[in-house]
């Protein structure tokens, strides 16, 4: 071996570890995919690069035996550099190209490839290689499990030696741990303030978006917001009389007809405890807010708890609304006065809604 080889082989190794190092600890899998496409292109010295993950394969990874599974038949981009027509989300296509071949557990290996043009979503462009005719390809690994796919557009071939390519093979091993371990703490992060039964934000999720909330309100303008707190009526009876089990289908069920499927993309439902529910509204005014109410309201009361074996019209719901402008009320003032509402509500009878403004505090209405 030449001294010259020897030189550039420890150079590229002394790269691939300073690359590596840049794409561990990301909080989020965004972050970290991130990392990895601005590291991989400095390593190689290319103009671009992207990260395709195994939507299904990362989702069921940590309930997974490392062991080799069935490659993917689509992969979904997640982080790119150098490619502006490319977003987030992009889906390409598989098939038995290259790409299927780095993805194979037991063949996957790195590889100069001739660019095969692969079919794309919708919308998407036809090529995601203009200009570039050649791409190096590698797997993203976490043990003997391949997460993804590295790609690196080139002009050449010659471009990327055999050093370089051994670099970024050894890179990508990193970074398909790093990747994974990314995946694991957000997802952890995610359960930590979620509601095992019905997906919503739990009272931990409820007290952190409610501040937060407050305090991005506070820092722009005087915006108002609105919380709606709900309690289930004659819950009690349903668990006495269908027991249990039945009760939480029924949660379940309310959860998804009558709260998530009435509320906007952007408010905040949560549980907060057994049958008692809340949603934040951010940036709604108080007959707004009584308008979300009242369908969540009507959501309950027509919710197909048939479906799990309790008569449909059993449960009703009793509903606070109160309205506020950050800066001039703290979140437990809200809560409190929220709650107060609520129990009022329930006081009047079933499927009742109750409003007020708790920065003027003027007196609850019936909507």
């Known amino acids: 071996m030449r001294a010259r080889d020897v030189v550039v082989s420890s150079v590229t190794v002394r790269d691939a570890m300073r690359a590596a190092a840049s794409v561990v600890g990301h909080p989020t899998r965004q972050r970290a995919a991130n990392a990895v496409v601005r590291a991989a292109v400095r390593l190689v010295g ?6 395709y993950l195994d939507p299904h394969l990362i989702g069921a990874h940590a309930a997974m035996p490392p062991t080799p599974a069935r490659p993917p038949t689509e992969l979904f981009l997640l982080a790119s550099v150098g490619q502006p027509r490319l977003r987030a989300g992009y889906a390409r296509a598989v098939a038995d190209g290259w790409l299927g071949d780095v993805l194979r557990p037991r063949r996957a290996s790195a590889g100069i490839h001739r660019r095969e043009i692969a079919v794309a979503s919708a919308g998407a462009p036809a090529s995601p290689w203009p200009g570039l005719p050649h791409a190096v390809a590698v797997p993203l690994k976490s043990g003997r499990l391949v997460v993804g796919v590295l790609v690196v557009g ?3 071939p010659s471009e990327v030696d055999a050093s370089r390519l051994a670099a ?7 970074a398909g741990a790093g ?3 990314a995946i694991r703490h957000e997802e952890a992060a995610r359960l930590a303030v979620a509601d095992p039964l019905t997906g919503l934000l739990n009272r931990a999720g409820f007290d952190r978006r409610l501040r937060e909330e407050l305090d991005r309100d506070h820092r722009a303008v005087a915006v108002p917001g609105a919380l709606v707190m709900m309690d289930l009526d004659r819950f009690k009876y349903v668990n006495d009389t269908w027991g249990h089990l039945a009760g939480d289908a029924v949660v379940r069920v309310i959860a998804r007809f009558a709260i998530r499927a ?3 993309s952007y ?3 949560c549980r907060i405890g057994g049958d008692e529910f809340a949603v934040i509204l951010p940036h709604t005014n108080l007959d707004d807010a009584v308008a979300v109410a009242e369908r969540i309201s009507r959501g309950v009361a027509n919710a197909p708890t048939e479906t799990v074996g ?3 019209g059993t449960i009703g719901a009793s509903l606070g609304v109160v309205s506020f402008v950050a800066g001039r009320v703290g979140p437990d003032e809200i809560l409190a ?3 107060q509402i609520m129990y009022r509500a329930k006081r009047r009878g079933r499927n009742v809604v109750l409003a007020d403004d708790i920065t003027s505090y003027r007196d609850g209405y019936t909507a």
Not at 46 to 51: C, G, K, L, S, T
Not at 168 to 173: I, N, T, W
């Open 46 to 51: 290319a103009p671009r690069a992207v990260v």
């Open 154 to 156: 080139i002009s050449l």
């Open 337 to 339: 006065r929220a709650d």
């Open 168 to 174: 970024l093979s050894g890179f990508a091993k990193v």
């Open 310 to 312: 309790v008569p449909r």
């Open 179 to 181: 990747l994974v371990t």
């Open 267 to 269: 408010d905040v439902p």
């Open 262 to 264: 009435q509320v906007r």
